[in-house]
């Protein structure tokens, strides 16, 4: 792309520390790529977000299982890692794949095998916290998955908090019931002077999901997806569902034909309305080849952080609800 551009990066509402970590290396003329991956390490190292990273949530077995993507708007290259279970920066891992081998995926043991090569030390991604926390959740005892839904809605959290008991009782319908509350992921999307554009995703997935589960965030197409000419779209959610439908490279596409970034997302997520085990909570980030940046959620008040060029601090900005009386979330 010719013409320097005016950078910007946007994160989701779990990464006003990494938009800043961002926008400071695009600041100095940085890349897209080093600016998303820098964002999401931010929040993949802070141990009290507990759906990404050290820290994140378990699966039913008490094994915290990482997921993480990473792409290259400008040529389409892209790396990912499923299942990573003793680092705590899968999108970094990712990055590696992508520049490293001849491969795009790498899971399991084959991906903790390849970041103890490439150097990343190795380490018990449960903390003292998330690991009582689970405890407490296998002996029926209520508690807030997400920490940080209390400071935000002590109501809010206070009513989840029950139906995780329920869940903990009962777990039929649990995917319904952990699926209702968006529980974290962090997306990143940067736009950097050169013009190019990169996307991360990256997560502990979902809570006491079974061993082995993957969700959207590492496949590209489905959690992740980023072409310069167009745009980029990262996802977070119910992962089943996304994954189903390609949602990150539905929002780009429809950016290809002519749509803008809240267009594009908007008719991303109505297109998920009405499926079967499509219930719960789905956003959308996304940003289009000049820069413009949009959310789009059927949860009420989808919020994300934005800097650019003008701002001196992270700009916390609502999204778009689109409210699907099908397969409603939480509102």
């Given at each position: 792309?010719?013409?320097?551009?005016?950078?910007?990066?946007?994160?989701?509402?779990?990464?006003r520390e990494g938009t800043v970590a961002g926008m400071a290396i695009l600041r100095k003329g940085g890349s897209a790529l080093d600016a998303v991956e820098e964002a999401v390490r931010r929040?993949?190292?802070?141990?009290?977000?507990?759906?990404?990273?050290?820290?994140?949530?378990?699966?039913?077995?008490?094994?915290?299982?990482?997921?993480?993507?990473?792409?290259?708007?400008?040529?389409?290259?892209?790396?990912?890692?499923?299942?990573?279970?003793?680092?705590?920066?899968?999108?970094?891992?990712?990055?590696?794949?992508?520049?490293?081998?001849?491969?795009?995926?790498?899971?399991?043991?084959?991906?903790?095998?390849?970041?103890?090569?490439?150097?990343?030390?190795s380490e018990d991604l449960l903390t003292p916290d998330t690991r009582e926390a689970y405890r407490k959740l296998m002996r029926g005892e209520a508690i807030d998955l997400w920490p940080r839904?209390?400071?935000?809605?002590?109501?809010?959290?206070?009513?989840?908090?029950?139906?995780?008991?329920e869940v903990a009782k009962d777990r039929a319908g649990w995917k319904e019931v952990f699926c209702a509350e968006l529980q974290g992921t962090c997306n990143a999307i940067a736009l950097d002077?050169?013009?190019?554009?990169?996307?991360?995703?990256?997560?502990?997935?979902?809570?006491?999901?079974?061993?082995?589960?993957?969700?959207?965030?590492?496949?590209?197409?489905?959690?992740?997806?980023?072409?310069?000419?167009?745009?980029?779209?990262?996802?977070?959610?119910?992962?089943?569902?996304?994954?189903?439908?390609?949602?990150?490279?539905?929002?780009?596409?429809?950016?290809?034909?002519?749509?803008?970034?809240?267009?594009?997302?908007?008719?991303?997520?109505?297109?998920?309305?009405?499926?079967?085990?499509?219930?719960?909570?789905?956003?959308?980030?996304?940003?289009?080849?000049?820069?413009?940046?949009?959310?789009?959620?059927?949860?009420?008040?989808?919020?994300?952080?934005?800097?650019?060029?003008?701002?001196?601090?992270?700009?916390?900005?609502?999204?778009?609800?689109?409210?699907?009386?099908?397969?409603?979330?939480?509102?």
């Open positions: 792309m010719s013409g320097e551009r005016r950078p910007g990066i946007a994160v989701t509402r779990n990464g929040i993949e190292a802070n141990p009290t977000d507990w759906s990404v990273g050290y820290g994140g949530f378990p699966n039913f077995a008490g094994e915290v299982e990482l997921d993480a993507s990473i792409m290259d708007g400008n040529n389409r290259a892209a790396g990912a890692v499923a299942g990573v279970k003793r680092h705590r920066n899968p999108v970094s891992i990712a990055r590696r794949v992508m520049e490293k081998t001849p491969h795009v995926m790498l899971v399991g043991e084959g991906a903790d095998r390849f970041a103890d090569g490439e150097g990343f030390p839904v209390e400071e935000e809605s002590p109501e809010r959290a206070k009513s989840y908090g029950a139906k995780l008991l002077r050169a013009g190019n554009l990169a996307s991360a995703v990256s997560t502990s997935g979902l809570a006491l999901k079974m061993p082995g589960r993957v969700g959207d965030s590492p496949v590209i197409g489905a959690g992740n997806y980023a072409d310069a000419r167009y745009g980029a779209a990262a996802c977070a959610g119910n992962g089943e569902l996304v994954l189903r439908l390609g949602s990150a490279r539905e929002a780009v596409e429809r950016m290809a034909g002519g749509a803008g970034a809240q267009e594009a997302t908007e008719a991303a997520i109505r297109a998920m309305e009405g499926l079967e085990g499509g219930s719960g909570g789905f956003q959308i980030l996304a940003m289009s080849a000049d820069g413009r940046f949009w959310m789009a959620s059927n949860i009420k008040e989808p919020d994300y952080y934005v800097m650019d060029g003008t701002d001196g601090a992270p700009r916390r900005v609502t999204g778009s609800y689109v409210p699907m009386e099908r397969n409603p979330g939480l509102s």
